[in-house]
């Protein structure tokens, strides 16, 4: 099982030195792999009194490809994902560029985890359907693809049209992997038919072994083998439930649980731990690591 950490965006600060720092612990720790979570605009809730967001104008969010492309520079062997980009708010080849190149400068690092998104109010500001972006998520996944495999590319869709087209330089991987975040039952049915992974986007181990039971039945009806999906788990912050308030003993038992579930992926969230700057997250993450047990 590789073993990630979900990168402290609120927390973390804007110092480059600081985001440098955070990068190159992860890597010199031995961790596999970094997540960082996308989100563009923060909402002011002011005049939004029934606002029940995770997150408003006061979280603090850098640019999931800027930063991913920043840390492709720092680092040499960890996998760069985003964990998820809100695919549906962005203009799919334009995703498919800035993914490739990401992908290059990091010679075939990069894993893009999408989902569909909560925030309407940044779907409006980016001048995209908020209601419809389930469906197009779908033949997003088909376009990316086509455009990192195909030159020239040539695309007839409901919603994307490409003629001959294409873009250059295409990505080290053929294609780039996509994995898919979320719980509901059309997202594990969706994860199942098109996603190499699946991001579970939970903390929570209660309903694990059903969610995986049904994206495994459902990728044998689509005719594909469940082993080929991979599955990222999280361990970390709850709602009211900070990561270092439960500890290493908890940690270990959490890590076991999720491999005998069958995750091959393991991210560490120290979010909303009550952390700031990126020597605590630091230590957080150096802690969580020490943990483990041998061989996980």
Request: with cysteine; proline share 5%.
């Amino acid at each position: 099982m590789k073993l990630g950490v979900i990168f402290p965006q609120q927390e973390i600060g804007a110092d480059p030195g600081g985001l440098r720092e955070y990068f190159l612990a992860v890597e010199e720790l031995g961790y596999d792999y970094i997540g960082v979570y996308d989100h563009i605009l923060g909402a002011d809730t002011a005049n939004r009194p029934n606002w029940n967001g995770i997150y408003d104008k006061h979280d603090m969010f850098h640019e999931a490809f800027v930063l991913l492309a920043y840390g492709a520079a720092l680092t040499t062997r960890i996998q760069l994902c985003t964990s998820i980009m809100v695919l549906g708010q962005r203009q799919t080849a334009l995703v498919a560029k800035q993914a490739a190149a990401i992908d290059i400068l990091s010679n075939g690092r990069m894993r893009l985890g999408i989902g569909v998104g909560w925030n309407a109010v940044e779907y409006e500001a980016l001048c995209q359907d908020f209601s419809n972006r389930g469906q197009r998520l779908e033949e997003q996944i088909d376009v990316l693809r086509a455009l990192w495999t195909q030159n020239p590319c040539t695309y007839e869709g409901r919603w994307h049209q490409i003629h001959e087209a294409s873009i250059n330089p295409l990505p080290v991987q053929q294609p780039i992997p996509i994995w898919i975040g979320g719980r509901a039952d059309r997202v594990l049915r969706r994860t199942a038919r098109l996603a190499d992974g699946w991001l579970t986007q939970s903390h929570q181990l209660d309903d694990a072994p059903e969610a995986i039971a049904r994206i495994r039945t459902y990728a044998q009806e689509a005719g594909r083998d469940p082993n080929t999906i991979g599955i990222e788990a999280r361990i970390g912050s709850r709602r009211n439930t900070p990561a270092l308030s439960t500890g290493p003993d908890i940690w270990r038992t959490e890590a076991l649980a999720w491999r005998d579930l069958g995750a091959t992926h393991l991210s560490f969230n120290a979010m909303r731990s009550g952390l700031q700057g990126p020597t605590q997250h630091i230590q957080a993450i150096r802690a969580f690591k020490e943990s483990m047990p041998a061989g996980l």
